[in-house]
Structures are given as structure tokens and as C-alpha cells.
């Protein structure tokens, strides 16, 4: 399932056509089946120690947090960071992060496939993504999750479940847009 904003502007415009493109890479060319793609989480504070968690916002003034669900087989959204630089055009770091269930979207791999999944997440990245915007892959659940509160994460990135997280740079400017 694709979850796109309706009628996005600015960074929502960039962020829909990277999603739109990985989607369809990964539903059509690597066979991923039972995939959820969200568009940007917030960073919303949870308690009164204003530790953030990534909650999508579901309209009406409702947010559902989003960490790892083992009733999913994938999932993926988009942490936006919060300084934007500008020269020109804005430029902002974007994590994209996956959440899957290994065995599920490779049935037929016997050993852990996790470089498996790396790979076919990057080259659907790829179709949307100058390959010299992306910075890194990241796959412990603290660099995953660094800008939030994990101690209720329940899952471990064990088999068959794994987290990870590529980093690349976007550009965009609101002139031109929406």
C-alpha cells in the first residue's frame, strides 16, 4: 500500500516522488508483496520527558506511531532532519527507513537476508536518487532510530525481523512548487 499526502508542497513534493519511485521498484522489480510505504513521520514527543517517538498523521488531529510492527511484513517512511540548509535551493538530509520481515519478503533465501533486501532498497532508491546524494546505509537500531526514544521498541533486529536506513541529501525549492 502507498500512503501519499494528498496534496503535498515543498519537501512532500520531493519526498512523494522518491516514495512513488521505490514503491513501484519494490513492488514490481523485486517482488516485494504486503509492502506499507509512508510518506514523513513527525518527531512527536511521548511523556513528559519530551523524548520524541515517529508518529504518521493520520488526519483530524490523530498521529499512530510507527515502529517496527511484526504483524507487517514491510514498511518504510521518510524522517526528514530538522535544519534545512539554502543556497539556491533548499537542501535537507532525508532518512528512509525500512522496516521488513526477512523471511517473509525472501521465502526462498535460507540464510539471513538482510544484504538482500540492502540491495534491493538501494537500487530502488537509485531510481529516484543521485547516487552521489546518498550518504550511508545504517542497520543498528540505535542509528536507525537515533533521533528517537527506542526503550519501548520491543523487537530486536534479529531473524526474521531487520531495520535499516539510508541517508541521502534532497533538494528543493517552494518557487517552482506548490
Known sequence: MLVQKSDPTGIDIVIAKIQGKVWNHLTNTA????????????????GDDGRMIPELYEGNGDYREIYMNDN??????????DNRQFSEVFSVDVGYIFQVNLEGLYPSV???????????????ILSAVSEKDISNLTTTIDDVYREFHIDQVRLTD????????????????YLCCK
Open 72 to 81: 507487517e511484513l514491510a514498511e518504510s517512511y521518510f524522517v526528514v532532519e
Open 110 to 124: 535460507v540464510h539471513r537476508a538482510d544484504e538482500e533486501a540492502h540491495k534491493d532498497a538501494y537500487l530502488a
Open 31 to 46: 517482488g516485494w508483496t504486503d509492502y506499507n510505504s509512508y510518506e514523513r513521520v513527525y518527531k512527536n514527543p511521548k
Open 158 to 173: 534479529m531473524q526474521p525481523c531487520h531495520v535499516f536506513r539510508y541517508n541521502f541529501t534532497v533538494h528543493y525549492q
